[in-house]
């Protein structure tokens, strides 16, 4: 059950890496708005785009690409305002946060990391500002994390890139408020996709960063929904260039 955001009913919602983990549940929350949905990931989403399509009688437009060849990225974001309507909504969700040492990264690895986590999401949003501008305004959402305020060891090309995203987020709200597009960015807590769980997660390592949260329940990716729909809706609307940290209570801002 989520909030209900009556403005998006019909709003075209585009998101990057939408077929699965946090994505998929985003999907699922637009589309039980009402929001017309079209979003990219390599790997098929057939499957998930026929579940989709059972449980809301509408069918997210599914594009496949790798986000790190920025001309398929402007030309998903193309087929999608085609399809839907000019992109009112983005979501930069896409992210890899493999696990490497300082010492071991090669130029070609921090390439790769960059394009993945950051400049993916620069080119995403500088391409949909003509559409949102002539249609009046819109909303943009950048998915960072909270890995980056912890300090954490391991994996400092991803690192990096959260950083670099609520900068750039900073600086975009301020050059398109004139426009009435919004940029705001969402940093995550530990949320346990089945990626993380399969890859990452050990009860040793989950019970000590449960332990560092206020709210001792672990976080999943439905947790993330309602805070992207209020950022996506109109109930936002005096809200821009903020960094909104959802991690049951681990780092704290302000």
């Known amino acids: 059950m989520y909030a209900n955001f009556p403005d998006l009913k019909d709003t075209s919602v585009f998101i990057t890496g939408g077929g699965s983990g946090i994505g998929a549940a985003l999907t699922d929350g637009f589309l ?10 390599r790997s098929d989403a057939s499957a ?10 509408r069918r997210p437009l599914f594009l496949p690409c790798d986000i790190t060849d920025m001309t398929a990225l402007k030309a998903a974001i193309d087929a999608a305002a085609e399809a839907h309507g000019a ?17 071991e990264v090669d130029e070609a690895f921090w390439d790769w990391s960059q394009a993945i ?16 501008r002539a249609a009046g305004g819109g909303s943009i959402i950048n998915f960072s994390s909270i890995s980056y305020m912890m300090g954490n060891a391991g994996y400092p090309a991803y690192t990096t890139a ?36 399969d890859m990452w997660v050990t009860p040793e390592g989950l019970a000590a960063h449960i332990d560092r949260q206020c709210l001792k329940s672990e976080l999943a990716p439905e947790d ?14 005096a809200m821009t260039g903020q960094a909104l940290v959802v991690d049951g209570g681990v780092v704290v801002t302000g």
Not at 32 to 41: E, I, K, L
Not at 87 to 103: G, M, Q, S
Not at 117 to 132: D, E, R, S, T
Not at 166 to 172: A, D, E, F, I, P
Request: glycine share 6%.
């Open 48 to 57: 998930f785009c026929d579940d989709m399509e059972a449980k809301h009688g």
């Open 162 to 197: 959260n950083s670099g995203i609520n900068g750039m987020t900073r600086s975009l709200a301020r050059e398109f408020g004139p426009d009435n597009i919004r940029v705001n960015a969402l940093a995550p807590g530990w949320v346990l996709t089945q990626k993380q769980k």
């Open 117 to 132: 986590n950051l400049k993916a999401y620069f080119f995403a949003c500088q391409h949909v500002i003509a559409g949102m």
């Open 32 to 41: 039980a708005q009402g929001a017309r949905v079209a979003f990219v990931q």
């Open 87 to 103: 992109v009112a909504v983005l979501v930069n969700n896409a992210a890899n946060d493999k696990r490497h040492k300082t010492e």
């Open 224 to 237: 993330m929904v309602d805070p992207v729909l209020f950022l996506a809706s109109k109930a936002s609307r």
